[in-house]
């Protein structure tokens, strides 16, 4: 909820009331016309339900002020183009806080968006100097596609969506902004043609980071454990795949969680939204390459399947917690990805790994797209696994893979 100190418009305090009625009156148990007087005793009151119901109005508030469906005024200053679309933000009422990271098609921020917490994604296709005119179009027009979408998703393991803009007008980035990324000294400048996404902002950090975290303590995750952060990305894999969206760069740094380490999937800046009715093959080389599939290497057509392969690279190392690829971080650009696609090169599977978890992983990651299980039917397979002995994965004398070295994922050097 906002705090005592967070500006909220006025009409908004009337939504407050009336969520904190509705949850008093017991919700949606009334009779309609039926009228009873009745008393309520404080200690009867579900103050958690009213939180969130409160939160659930107001949130549904800010959309409305932000779709132009209400809110009188609060949208004077629309596009040239017409009424501004649901999902579209006042980028006049986000509050850029500092850089959480850089990465490779824009910034991540923290900010305050009406006085609520939110993380800003502001993608930059252009800024590797590699993208073409037509293909940064393509990208701003697959991004309103997704986000035409993503703003409908209620689901656990999606980040919850906030609004977005496709241009950066009213856009203010401080001047001297703290930078908290691990990217020091990268451009923090307002960047021509970006497109700024806003999400909620979750606390846990990111997968990527958990697992670190872990590494450096000579720790793995608990089997129990690897098994629900794996239920956590295939639900949300599946449910983005029964909507027919394609993340095309599922990878750990996309992962994030919660104060609670729920995961949910993050960063739709390359997805792709793909008609049922007329569905069509993706094509080009989109992603981060230790986790794309040996179909998007070499540039043929892919579908979902992409994201199944990239979940078996996540769910690998999750399990290890170590690094994809590590004892072939010398590879050229050239050579591993050759090794993927034609000699099969995939992270090794420790022999100890349970034979239903290591089953799993390497149907994921067939070089076969058609094989490669649906996301849903991976739901099914991690529920059934036998999580009941818990406990580390690494057998009393075992130890992490030899070789040693800092946690950190593998960027080919070019050719």
């Known amino acids: 909820m906002a705090s005592s100190s967070t500006v909220v418009p006025s009409d908004l305090e009337e939504e407050k009331a009336a969520a904190a009625a509705a949850v008093m009156d017991g919700g949606y148990g ?12 404080a200690d009867q009151i579900d103050f958690k339900s009213l939180d969130f119901e409160i939160e659930e109005r107001m949130a549904d508030r800010f959309r409305k002020l932000n779709s132009g469906g209400g809110g009188g005024g609060e949208h004077e200053h629309e596009h040239d183009d017409g009424p501004k679309a649901a999902w579209e933000i006042d980028l006049s009422k986000l509050e850029i806080g500092h850089v959480v990271e850089h990465g490779d098609h824009g910034t991540l921020f923290r900010g305050k968006y009406y006085g609520h917490d939110v993380a800003v994604k502001l993608l930059d296709w252009g800024e590797d100097g590699y993208s073409s005119e037509a293909q940064i179009a393509h990208f701003r027009t697959s991004l309103k596609e997704v986000v035409a979408v993503w703003h409908e998703f209620n689901h656990p393991n999606i980040t919850k969506f906030i609004g977005a803009s ?16 691990s990217k020091k000294g990268a451009r923090t400048a307002l960047p021509e043609r970006a497109c700024c996404v806003v999400v909620e902002y979750l606390t846990g950090g990111t997968l990527k980071q958990h697992l670190i975290k872990q590494y450096r303590k000579n720790k793995k995750l608990s089997y129990r454990e690897v098994v629900r952060l794996a239920l956590g990305l295939a639900r949300g ?80 190392e999750t399990y290890c917690c170590d690094m994809p690829y590590r004892p072939y971080a010398d590879l050229s650009f050239v050579d591993f990805s050759s090794a993927v696609i034609h000699q099969n090169l995939r992270p090794e599977i420790p022999d100890y790994c349970p034979s239903a978890m290591a089953s799993i992983i390497q149907r994921c990651w067939d070089a ?48």
Not at 30 to 41: H, I, M, S, T
Not at 392 to 399: A, I, L, N, R, W
């Open 30 to 41: 009334g009779v309609a016309g039926e009228e009873v007087e009745r008393y309520l005793r």
């Open 368 to 415: 076969n797209p058609d094989v490669r299980p649906e996301m849903e039917e991976v739901v099914c397979l991690l529920e059934a696994l036998d999580t009941s002995k818990g406990g580390s994965m690494v057998p009393e004398g075992k130890t992490k893979q030899p070789g040693g070295g800092c946690f950190c994922f593998f960027r080919p050097r070019a050719a």
């Open 166 to 181: 496709m241009g950066t007008t009213n856009l203010n980035i401080p001047e001297n902004i703290p930078d908290h990324s």
């Open 237 to 316: 894999l599946s449910f983005l795949h029964s909507k027919k969206i394609v993340h095309r760069d599922v990878k750990t740094e996309n992962l994030l969680l919660d104060h609670q380490l729920n995961l949910k999937i993050a960063d739709f800046g390359v997805a792709r939204v793909v008609e049922a009715q007329d569905p069509k093959d993706l094509t080009g080389t989109t992603g981060t390459l230790a986790y794309m599939a040996p179909e998007v290497v070499a540039g043929k057509p892919y579908n979902r399947k992409c994201d199944v392969y990239s979940f078996g690279i996540c769910l690998w």
